[in-house]
């Protein structure tokens, strides 16, 4: 059975840091594309950075530069480092493969305040 738990998250002031980790089980995710994915009030989850099986990294532009995505894959954990956070990066965030199963985790609530 397949599991996804997020965690990390948190309140903190904008400028402030996070640092996000999902730990999966129930199948190899050290051989899939895997991604961290948000979801803000009243908007569509949108995948925000994803990462290759090798370590190759992609990132949307709004969180380009600020937003460093890796992964342990003899731990089946993939990690998001968040920095120079903004009030409009508050959202839940999820990790999940890219593409996504339909199955998700229950994510981890990142709440930046201005």
């Known amino acids: 059975q397949v599991q996804l738990v997020e965690s990390g998250g948190g309140l903190v002031q904008a400028g402030g840091s996070l640092r996000l980790s999902c730990t999966a089980s129930?199948?190899?995710?050290?051989?899939?594309?895997m991604a961290w994915y948000r979801q803000a009030p009243g908007k569509q989850r949108e995948p925000v950075a994803m990462?290759?099986?090798?370590?190759?990294?992609r990132y949307i532009n709004s969180v380009k530069g600020r937003f460093t995505i890796s992964r342990d894959n003899a731990k089946n954990t993939v990690y998001l480092q968040m920095i120079s956070l903004k009030p409009e990066d508050t959202a839940v965030y999820y990790c999940n493969r890219l593409p996504h199963l339909d199955y998700w985790g229950q994510g981890t609530q990142v709440t930046v305040s201005s």
């Open positions: 990462i290759t099986t090798g370590g190759s990294a």
């Open positions: 129930g199948s190899d995710f050290s051989v899939s594309v």
